[in-house]
T-cell receptor
Framework: NAGVTQTPKFQVLKTGQSMTLQCAQD?????MYWYRQDPGMGLRLIYY???????DKGEVPNGYNVSRLNKREFSLRLESAAPSQTSVYFC????????????FGSGTRLTVV | GENVEQHPSTLSVQEGDSAVIKCTYS??????FPWYKQELGKRPQLIID?????GEKKDQRIAVTLNKTAKHFSLHITETQPEDSAVYFC???????FGAGTTVTVRA
């Protein structure tokens, strides 16, 4: 039982490049999330998907897009990377939005130079 | 924005002592209060949670207490050990947000 799988684990991008972070869960969870974690800033919500077919903006959505491809997969795309997007990105899932605990992926450490 | 305030931001305790972290929330409709532990370089992991219909929950050396009137909940770690050193986050699931984190260091 893999839980939440994120790829890649590490990535270095040049300013202006694009990339997609992949996330998949095998727990039959309805809700999935993307957070970024910066030193001293805690975890900040980028986008979330309460259920298959829906996506909503979080606290820091600018510069990102998401796709809930199916119930298992939720991807995060950076269209034109900027140094301010250097961060650790975590995908998470939960049984439902709101009153349920999260299972996190192992994270993607992204550096934009 | 931060919908849950977490204190303290750092906590250093002697091995064997207790550690207490407190979170204050604003949304009175909140009904689920989780705590996560994140070791250095690892993912956050759910360690304990509580729902609004109970005031306290224990799991071995950790416990969570909830005061709905005052809108705060706390994580208690007793008999601390070096492996308890980590960053701890409280969750505010109504807003899908987290506290800023508490870095706990257990001194041997």
């Amino acid at each position: 039982n893999a839980g939440v799988t994120q790829t890649p684990k590490f990535q270095v991008l040049k300013t202006g490049q694009s990339m997609t972070l992949q996330c998949a869960q095998d727990m039959n969870h309805n809700s999935m999330y993307w957070y970024r974690q910066d030193p001293g800033m805690g975890l900040r919500l980028i986008y979330y998907s309460a259920s298959e077919g829906t996506t909503d903006k979080g606290e820091v959505p600018n510069g990102y897009n998401v796709s809930r491809l199916n119930k298992r997969e939720f991807s995060l795309r950076l269209e034109s990377a900027a140094p301010s997007q250097t961060s650790v990105y975590f995908c998470a899932s939960s049984e439902r939005e709101g009153s349920y605990g999260y299972t996190f992926g192992s994270g993607t450490r992204l550096t934009v130079v | 924005g931060e919908n849950v305030e977490q204190h303290p931001s750092t906590l250093s305790v002697q091995e064997g002592d207790s550690a207490v972290i407190k979170c204050t929330y604003s949304d009175s409709a909140s009904n689920y209060f989780p705590w996560y532990k994140q070791e250095l370089g690892k993912r956050p992991q759910l360690i304990i949670d509580i729902r609004s219909n109970v005031g306290e929950k224990k799991d071995q050396r950790i416990a969570v207490t909830l005061n709905k009137t005052a809108k705060h909940f706390s994580l208690h770690i007793t008999e601390t050990q070096p492996e308890d050193s980590a960053v701890y986050f409280c969750g505010q699931t109504m807003e899908l947000s987290f506290g800023a984190g508490t870095t706990v260091t257990v001194r041997a």
